[in-house]
């Protein structure tokens, strides 16, 4: 049975002693490269050769020890440290965003009041008849089913068909 890169899978203690070989010997060689590559960032490159060296255990049991186990780490020491780069980015991105929303909102709504509870109220119920009510067509409040007060009804005026204020309805 062959690994995806062509080798054979190989043992705990052989992909143990592969990932305890490079480390001794390549593992200088690769941190030096990932700090070029990540514009000195030490800290982040030595994290993500660490990262490397796991992953590389669990992968190399499971498909075999590559041929050039020491660029293997590199180029997955590299694409965690940039998957890192792109999270941390994203992190801050949302919480600068997020930052700005709480801004925004503080100085759009004012402290709720008694006062402002009861106008919220007297807005959502003219807002309620504003869009039920189509330049005083009835039609409009059929199409909305919108349940009406007795007060309300009665001073609809009856429509000239005969039909009431729901379109099937007949009186």
């Known amino acids: 049975m062959s690994g995806r890169d062509g080798t054979r899978p190989e043992s705990d203690d052989a ?12 593992r200088t060689a ?28 669990t992968a190399w049991r499971r498909d075999g020890v590559p041929d050039r186990a020491g660029a293997w780490i590199t180029v997955a ?14 992190l801050a991105d949302r919480a600068a965003r997020l930052a700005e929303l ?10 709720v009041t008694d006062d402002a509870v009861g106008a919220l109220d007297d807005d959502r119920l003219r807002l309620i008849f ?9 039609s409009a409040l059929a199409a ?14 009856p429509r000239p068909d005969g039909r009431g204020v729901h379109e099937g309805q007949t009186r």
């Open 15 to 26: 992909a143990a002693a592969a990932v305890d070989r490079v480390f001794r010997t390549e």
């Open 102 to 111: 709480v801004r925004l909102d503080g100085q759009e709504h004012p402290p």
């Open 77 to 90: 020491a590299r694409r965690r440290a940039v998957d890192r780069l792109r999270r941390d980015r994203s």
């Open 144 to 157: 909305n089913r919108l349940p009406l007060p007795c007060s309300a009804r009665a001073s609809i005026p």
């Open 30 to 57: 690769v941190l030096a490269t990932l700090i070029r590559q990540l514009g000195g960032d030490f800290q982040l490159a030595e994290d993500a050769l660490q990262e490397a060296l796991a992953a590389a255990l």
């Open 130 to 138: 504003t869009c039920s009510m189509d330049g005083g067509r009835r």
